[in-house]
């Protein structure tokens, strides 16, 4: 009702024509605004009409209301018209990003919060408005979070880990191979006892943290108590790259083995190192695929992946906003036939998750552990001229069937909270009692109760007890070609 007495009220008073080339509209600002609305534009803005879109600008403050009729853009200030500007057609983005910057500019005036933000945070909180207009999730990435996050699987760091023992001293519980500290010949269970001169007593473990892993490649020199002799050693910290996966070779006996992939980040080097590992050991006959802590945003590197196990077949869909499916398939053969478990948790995030549903909807893998995240979307990345960017999550991802995935995720058909007996819910568990694992399959059911199974599956709180039993339920599934074939079958 008061939208349209401010409406009505404006078409008697066409006389006002606030004029934002003289309300101190920022030039740059302005361009920002207009770029983001092109680069919306080009994804279609989820259906919506552009005059929709810019009314959600009212939700920078509670006292403004804003209304885009045919030909106008009125902005009011509780009771009083403070903008009143003539509506540009679809396609002309400058002045769409000149009214914009002068809305927020007059808002600012009157508002001291906004008043207080910065040009970033401006753009941050204007596009997060945006983006309820369209009610789409998406945001605006300065430019400084672009650098900061650059490359997220880097460390600068000596390659050292541990912890204290009971005197303060730092204990050495890891060294990072071809780290510096490898390097120098620093062993486990050496004593540090001093670092940079300062006894390791008397410091913090944030003091320990800046001097082991610091942002630049800063000297550390350390002295240490070990078996052989007490010494001194000076450490330079390098740059320390993160492998998107891990690969571990574990025989079963002299002709046979198990391959455990741990996958950090699927990605194409990820895929690489798996593809290298399997066609490097001839003798696996079971591989443990542990997604439990995968993260991924690229279709493609998750369906060529999946093409490494199971050859041509369909692994994924992604819907984007008002658009058709697009399906991922794999180009050539599989590369190995052996048996597959594949571990999922509630950390299992984006296409680990249509990878973990494809091995279970073509037969090709037993799905053990807790429901994967539900966070089955992919960010559509677009870079602004000013260095920051736009990521509007607009592309969900479905199996290769059609089901989605995202709020919903992927179920386990063994679920490791469910197979201790009532006695042993509150002990540490790492062995296999017997071959009954409860199975359950709430995959095929798309109108089960989501929250439900995650109850009845919770989150195993301890992770040295899914670290045991993951391993000794996969170990007992890959090498017993009954249980295996029975839960493939289920």
Not at 62 to 86: E, K
Not at 353 to 373: C, I, N, Q
Request: hydrophobic share 40%; with cysteine.
């Amino acid at each position: 009702m008061k939208m349209l007495k401010i409406i009505f009220s404006v078409l008697f008073a066409l006389t006002v024509n606030f004029a934002y080339a003289d309300d101190g509209v920022s030039d740059s600002a302005a361009a920002t605004f207009a770029e983001i609305y092109e680069k919306l534009n080009s994804v279609q803005w989820g259906g919506k009409n552009i005059g929709v879109v810019i009314e959600n600008l009212e939700s920078l403050s509670p006292n403004a209301h804003l209304a885009a009729t045919d030909d106008r853009i009125i902005l009011v200030w509780q009771d009083s018209i403070i903008g009143n500007f003539q509506k540009p057609s679809v396609g002309d983005w400058n002045t769409y990003g000149k009214i914009t910057t002068s809305l927020i500019n007059k808002m600012r005036e009157r508002d001291s919060y906004l008043a207080s933000l910065s040009t970033e945070q401006i753009y941050e909180h204007a596009f997060a408005a945006l983006m309820r207009g369209i009610d789409e999730s998406g945001k605006y990435i300065p430019k400084k979070d672009i650098l900061n996050n650059s490359d997220n699987r880097i460390l600068t760091s000596v390659g050292i880990s541990g912890w204290r023992d009971v005197g303060g001293e730092f204990r050495v519980g890891a060294v990072v191979k071809g780290s510096p500290a490898d390097m120098a010949g620093i062993a486990v269970y050496d004593l540090i006892d001093k670092v940079n001169g300062r006894d390791v007593a008397q410091m913090s473990d944030g003091e320990l943290d800046a001097a082991f892993q610091g942002l630049n490649s800063g000297t550390v020199k350390l002295y240490l108590l070990t078996p052989n002799g007490n010494r001194n050693v000076v450490l330079r910290r390098a740059t320390i790259v993160l492998a998107d996966a891990d690969v571990i070779y574990r025989p079963i006996d002299n002709n046979t083995a198990l391959l455990e992939i741990v996958v950090h980040e699927l990605t194409d080097n990820a895929t690489n190192i798996v593809n290298e590992a399997l066609l490097k050991y001839q003798n696996v006959v079971g591989v443990i695929l542990d997604l439990r802590s995968a993260r991924g945003v690229e279709p493609k590197s998750a369906t060529k992946m999946a093409g490494l196990f199971m050859g041509a077949k369909p692994v994924m869909r992604i819907t984007q906003t008002a658009g058709e499916d697009m399906e991922f398939v794999p180009g050539g053969d599989a590369v190995t036939d052996a048996r597959v478990v594949v571990l999922t948790s509630n950390t299992t995030t984006g296409t680990p998750e249509a990878l973990a549903a494809a091995f279970y909807e073509h037969g090709r893998g037993v799905l053990v552990g807790t429901p994967s995240a539900g966070n089955a979307r992919i960010a559509t990345h677009i870079d602004l001229s000013n260095g920051g960017a736009l990521e509007l999550l607009n592309k969900s991802i479905k199996s290769a069937s059609g089901l989605a995935l995202d709020s919903r995720g992927v179920f386990p058909i063994v679920c490791l909270s469910n197979i201790r007996s009532a006695k042993q819910q509150n002990a540490f568990f790492v062995n296999v009692i017997n071959d009954d694992f409860k199975i359950q399959d709430f995959n095929k059911d798309e109108s089960v109760n989501v929250d439900a199974v995650r109850r009845g599956c919770p989150v195993i709180a301890n992770g040295d007890d899914e670290d045991m039993m993951s391993m000794a339920i996969a170990t007992k599934v890959l090498t017993d070609k009954d249980v295996y074939h029975k839960l493939i079958a289920e």
